[in-house]
C-alpha cells in the first residue's frame, strides 16, 4: 500500500478494501465459492489469529491455504498429521555436531513450524502430546528448545484442518487448544452452479496462475491497520454481554442456555469477536465496527467454546444453533447521545 502519511485513515481503508477485493479475486481463480469461509481466513490473517478449518475430504481445504500463501507472497509449510508424528517433528530439533577441531556442540534444525503460514493437515490424527507442541508457537508465537527460546518469523499464521465425520483413529483436541484458534470454520458442499463450474474449470488442461497481492512485511503493516479501527464504548457492551450470555451460570443467561449448556465461552472469546470486528469492518473500508459485523463472525467465533449437553443433542440443537439462536436472543443496547465517531486524521 502506498505512503498514508498525508492522507487520513478512511482513505487508507478504502485502498484496503479494494486490494482486499483483488486478492479474494485471485484466490476466486482456484476456489470457486466458500465467499463466507474466504472472508473469515482473511479476518484472521489480518488480526494474527489462527484457524481451525472443519470440512469432508474433496472440498479443496489445502488447496485454498496454498494458494492464500502464494497470493500474500509468504513462505508456506505443510504438516500431515499422523498417530506417530513427534513433537520435535513440528517445532524442531538440537543436533549434536563435531566440529574440525573435534569440538562437539548442539545445533538447532528448524522445524516446519518456522513459517508465515503453516497448515495443520488433519490436526486430529496426532495424540494431544504432539497437539501441544503448537500450543507455545501459537500464542507466544515462539518455541523453545532446551533452554534457548526461538522466535518465529512474523507474520506467522496456523490453520488446522480436521475432518468431522471420520473419527476413528482420531484424538479430540482439548479446549485448551481450541481455544486458540480464533474461528473454526466450517466448510460447506458447493451449491449446484458452483459445482457445475468446479468440474467444468478444474478438467481443463490449461493451469490457473494467480498474481501476489501482499508480502510479509505488507501484511504486518495491514494488521496495524486493522486494529487502529475503531470500538466503541457501545459495542463493547454488546460483545461483553453476548459472550457472557453463552455461560449457564452468568444470571444474565436466557433460560435456554441454561438448560442446554454445560460451559460457555470465556474473555478471549470477546477479544476474538472485537477483532474480528475491527477486520470486518476494515475489509469493508470502514473506520469503526458496528453490531452486524460481531454478529456476522459470531458462529465461528463462538462454536468451539461451549458445550452443549445431552438435552440439547436429544432436541437437535448443536453448538452453531445454540449460537445462532442466542445472538437472535441478545438485545442492541442503547446507542449512547454522543458525538457520531469521525475517522482519525
Known amino acids: 500500500m502506498s505512503n498514508g502519511k498525508t492522507r487520513n485513515l478512511a482513505d487508507i481503508l478504502q485502498e484496503f478494501a479494494q486490494q482486499r477485493k483483488l486478492m479474494q479475486d485471485e484466490l476466486q481463480k482456484i476456489i470457486i465459492g466458500q465467499d463466507e469461509v474466504i472472508e473469515q481466513l482473511f479476518a484472521a490473517i489480518f488480526t494474527r489469529g489462527h484457524c481451525l478449518l472443519e470440512g469432508v475430504p474433496g472440498l479443496a481445504k489445502t488447496l485454498m491455504v496454498s494458494t492464500l500463501a502464494r497470493i500474500l507472497d509468504v513462505r508456506f509449510k505443510r504438516i500431515q498429521f499422523t498417530p506417530d508424528l513427534m513433537p520435535s517433528d513440528i517445532t524442531g530439533t538440537n543436533v ?24 495443520a493437515d488433519e490436526i486430529n490424527r496426532t495424540p494431544p502430546k504432539t497437539q501441544a507442541a503448537l500450543l507455545q508457537a501459537m ?36 479446549e485448551a487448544q481450541l481455544d486458540r484458534f480464533m474461528f473454526n470454520i466450517k466448510m460447506d458442499y458447493p451449491s449446484l452452479a458452483e459445482e457445475e463450474r468446479i468440474l467444468s474449470v478444474t478438467t481443463r488442461s490449461e493451469k ?74 476494515a475489509m469493508d473500508g470502514r473506520f469503526a465496527v458496528a453490531i452486524e459485523d460481531i454478529r456476522k463472525i459470531a458462529v465461528p467465533v463462538l462454536r468451539h467454546r461451549i458445550s452443549v449437553n445431552f438435552q440439547a443433542q436429544a432436541e437437535g440443537m448443536n453448538n452453531d444453533a445454540i449460537v445462532r439462536r442466542l445472538v437472535g436472543a441478545i438485545p442492541t443496547p442503547p446507542i449512547p447521545k454522543t458525538e457520531p465517531i469521525r475517522p482519525p486524521q
Open 139 to 174: 500464542q507466544e508465537r515462539e518455541v523453545t528448545a532446551g533452554q534457548t527460546t526461538w522466535t518465529l518469523p512474523d507474520p506467522f499464521f496456523t490453520i488446522a484442518t480436521q475432518n468431522p465425520i471420520e473419527q476413528e483413529g482420531t484424538y479430540p483436541l482439548p
Open 208 to 281: 490457473v496462475e494467480v498474481r501476489k497481492i501482499f508480502n510479509a512485511k505488507t501484511i504486518s503493516m495491514l494488521q496495524k491497520l486493522v486494529n487502529s479501527v475503531a470500538v466503541s464504548q457501545y459495542i463493547v457492551k454488546y460483545v461483553a454481554s453476548l459472550v457472557r450470555a453463552t455461560r449457564p451460570n452468568d444470571v444474565s443467561a436466557p433460560p435456554f442456555v441454561k438448560d442446554l449448556v454445560d460451559w460457555g465461552a470465556g474473555p478471549r472469546a470477546g477479544q476474538f469477536l472485537i477483532q474480528g470486528g475491527k477486520a470486518i469492518a
Open 96 to 119: 549434536l555436531e563435531e566440529d574440525e577441531s573435534g569440538k562437539r556442540h548442539f545445533r538447532f534444525v528448524e522445524g516446519p513450524v518456522f513459517t508465515n503460514i503453516l497448515l
